[in-house]
């Protein structure tokens, strides 16, 4: 039998479960675009309920959920505040600028994936002519370039409150953020309670094939339904992925703990080999990042040596690493990886 891909690259290499894969077959379809569709119909119902807000949208991916929620907020020349490490800014291909017409104004991400609080308002414009108008902050929950910290709900609240406080409206890109309402063991309507619109993610921790969600207020939903339609994402019998979806949302959540435990297992194990370093407080999720401290060896030759054993990760700068657990990787998994790199670093 071929050896285990163990691939730690990211979340998104999840495979569906059995039971997504007979959801797929027997679900129920209907044109979407004409809202007919009645298994995208109860995913969006079902989404918008978990996480408390009035509608949902099924959309193609977590990029085009954060385009559609933030073209939805914005209009042409309009300024959002977001932090310089967000998903948003660095990898979604700068689509709020080359197809929004949105201006990113980004403040400093701590390693906690916050922004200071003072720091997001001295970023809000002033009524100037020659400004251009702020009209949202955007949080990511978890913060994927942060450790995948999760964000409190009192940070988040805090966030709200100064966006009530000038009239600016607040997208969370929620693409973890059932990771993070498990970290921090609280419902996730705490999370998501006063922001505007949130997206998550149904196909990475939670192992469906393909989606995200968009969810807001009725009136936010239909106008994001249009943007949705205009960047190519009215999708027809859409129910084939839905259906996935709803089995992702059902019984994929609770077990997010699991990758949570196997993510401590990796870093503790992590911290203990030799020319490896790794800052054991960051590790709160499914994401953790580690440095290369010696030149016995390079990172290519590293990840090489790896890939060899069948290990799979990420080199994510000079001499990091990210790995990322998830459905599919087991503490087997964990314990075959480090005894990998204590081997290859040791010898
Ligand atoms: C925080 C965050 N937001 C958005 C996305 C984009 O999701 P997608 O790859 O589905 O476009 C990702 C992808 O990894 C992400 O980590």
Same mark, same amino acid.
């Given at each position: 039998?071929?050896?285990?891909? =163990?691939?730690?690259?990211?979340?998104?290499?999840?495979?569906?479960?059995?039971?997504?894969?007979?959801?797929?077959?027997?679900?129920?379809?209907?044109?979407?675009?004409?809202?007919?569709?009645?298994?995208?119909?109860?995913?969006?119902?079902?989404?918008?309920?978990?996480?408390?807000?009035?509608?949902?949208?099924?959309?193609?991916?977590?990029?085009?959920?954060?385009?559609?929620?933030?073209?939805?907020?914005?209009?042409?020349?309009?300024?959002?505040?977001?932090?310089?490490?967000?998903?948003?800014?660095?990898?979604?291909?700068?689509?709020?600028?080359?197809?929004?017409? =949105?201006?990113?104004?980004?403040?400093i991400n701590n390693e906690d994936g916050t922004m200071d609080l003072k720091d997001i308002e001295?970023?809000?414009?002033?009524?100037?002519?020659?400004?251009?108008?702020?009209?949202?902050?955007?949080?990511?929950?978890?913060?994927?370039?942060?450790?995948?910290?999760?964000?409190?709900?009192?940070?988040?609240?805090?966030?709200?409150?100064?966006?009530?406080?000038?009239?600016?409206?607040?997208?969370?890109?929620?693409?973890?953020?059932?990771?993070?309402?498990?970290?921090?063991?609280?419902?996730?309507?705490?999370?998501?309670?006063?922001?505007?619109?949130?997206?998550?993610?149904?196909?990475?921790?939670?192992?469906?094939?393909?989606?995200?969600?968009?969810?807001?207020?009725?009136?936010?939903?239909?106008?994001?339904?249009?943007?949705?339609?205009?960047?190519?994402?009215?999708?027809?019998?859409?129910?084939?992925?839905?259906?996935?979806?709803?089995?992702?949302?059902?019984?994929?959540?609770?077990?997010?703990?699991?990758?949570?435990?196997?993510?401590?297992?990796?870093?503790?194990?992590?911290?203990?080999?030799?020319?490896?370093?790794?800052?054991?407080?960051?590790?709160?999720?499914?994401? =953790?990042?580690?440095?290369?401290?010696?030149?016995?060896?390079?990172?290519?030759?590293?990840?090489?040596?790896?890939?060899?054993?069948?290990?799979?990760?990420?080199?994510?700068?000079?001499?990091?690493?990210?790995?990322?657990?998830?459905?599919?990787?087991?503490?087997?998994?964990?314990?075959?990886?480090?005894?990998?790199?204590?081997?290859?670093?040791?010898?």
């Amino acid at each position: 039998m071929k050896n285990k891909i =163990i691939d730690l690259r990211s979340d998104t290499v999840t495979l569906p479960t059995q039971k997504m894969r007979e959801a797929i077959f027997n679900a129920e379809l209907g044109d979407d675009v004409f809202e007919e569709d009645p298994t995208v119909k109860r995913l969006e119902k079902m989404a918008a309920e978990i996480v408390g807000k009035e509608a949902g949208l099924l959309v193609t991916s977590g990029t085009q959920g954060n385009l559609v929620s933030i073209m939805t907020h914005c209009k042409r020349g309009d300024e959002i505040i977001l932090g310089n490490l967000s998903h948003t800014f660095l990898n979604e291909v700068g689509g709020i600028s080359a197809l929004g017409g =949105i201006h990113p104004h980004t403040v400093i991400n701590n390693e906690d994936g916050t922004m200071d609080l003072k720091d997001i308002e001295d970023a809000i414009r002033d009524d100037n002519i020659h400004y251009p108008r702020t009209r949202l902050i955007c949080l990511e929950n978890t913060h994927n370039r942060c450790y995948g910290a999760p964000l409190t709900v009192e940070y988040t609240n805090d966030v709200c409150a100064i966006a009530r406080r000038h009239n600016l409206k607040v997208h969370l890109d929620g693409a973890r953020i059932f990771n993070a309402a498990v970290a921090l063991n609280v419902d996730v309507k705490e999370l998501t309670k006063n922001v505007d619109s949130l997206s998550f993610c149904l196909s990475k921790g939670l192992a469906a094939p393909v989606g995200s969600l968009v969810c807001g207020t009725n009136e936010y939903i239909k106008e994001a339904r249009r943007y949705r339609k205009m960047l190519g994402g009215g999708m027809r019998q859409a129910g084939i992925i839905a259906a996935a979806g709803l089995v992702a949302l059902e019984d994929m959540v609770e077990r997010l703990k699991e990758d949570h435990k196997n993510a401590r297992i990796l870093a503790e194990g992590i911290s203990q080999i030799p020319g490896l370093a790794i800052g054991l407080e960051k590790v709160k999720t499914n994401i =953790i990042y580690f440095d290369l401290i010696t030149d016995r060896i390079s990172a290519e030759l590293l990840l090489k040596k790896m890939a060899e054993r069948g290990i799979k990760f990420l080199s994510t700068g000079k001499n990091r690493f990210r790995m990322v657990t998830h459905y599919g990787i087991t503490e087997e998994d964990v314990n075959i990886t480090l005894k990998s790199l204590k081997e290859i670093l040791t010898h």
